[in-house]
Nanobody
Framework: VQLQASGGGLVQPGGSLRLSCAAS????????MGWFRQAPGKQREMVAL???????NYANSVKGRFTISGDIAKSTVYLQMNSLKPEDTAVYYC?????????????WGQGTQVTVSS
């Protein structure tokens, strides 16, 4: 299974970015897809999750600014990030909880850098 993330970059404070992630490979079903981030010197933290029935969950720090969407059945997820702040600077990782012939497992993308700076 591979998770391919894209869409990161450099943006000024108050700007917007949209991240995309597509899962491919041996996939029977996906329960949850989402985004985590890790800033330098900090632990990886959950940003937003979406389930196979469309339920969403957000970190308090991004509520009202970020929106997760996607089609779990098509193994794709997006993260629309608005009103970006310097503290949103981090490497963003796509994550998916996937079932295949190996059973249920967590899979991670390679990470995409988001830098918010003037």
């Amino acid at each position: 299974v591979q998770l391919q993330a894209s869409g990161g970059g450099l943006v000024q404070p108050g700007g917007s970015l949209r991240l995309s992630c597509a899962a491919s490979g041996s996939i029977d079903s996906i329960y949850i897809m989402g985004w985590f981030r890790q800033a330098p010197g900090k632990q990886r933290e959950m940003v937003a999750l979406i389930s196979n029935v469309g339920s969403t969950n957000y970190a308090n720090s991004v509520k009202g600014r970020f929106t997760i969407s996607g089609d779990i059945a098509k193994s794709t997820v997006y993260l629309q990030m608005n009103s970006l702040k310097p503290e949103d600077t981090a490497v963003y990782y796509c994550n998916a909880y996937i079932r295949n012939q190996m059973g249920w497992s967590d899979y991670w993308g390679q990470g995409t850098q988001v830098t918010v700076s003037s």
